[in-house]
């Protein structure tokens, strides 16, 4: 991370649990992940945007 190449995945990207993942929530993961600190969502967005999938029915 200090040498400005990012947070290793915590995932397999090709795999099959993953691929599984709404697509939102896959989304929400890549954005906590930017290489750019500043552009990471903060809790209290990271918080909204899981009780908005839950609103929606989307199940993880």
């Known amino acids: ?3 400005g190449k990012g947070v290793p995945l915590p995932y397999d990207p090709k795999s099959s649990k993953w691929m599984a993942l709404p697509e ?5 993961v890549h954005a906590c992940l930017h290489l750019n600190p500043t552009k990471r969502p903060n809790s209290g967005i990271v918080l909204q945007r899981l009780k ?9």
């Open 24 to 28: 939102e929530f896959q989304k929400l």
């Open 1 to 3: 991370v200090m040498a």
């Open 52 to 60: 908005t999938l839950k609103m929606e029915g989307i199940e993880l």
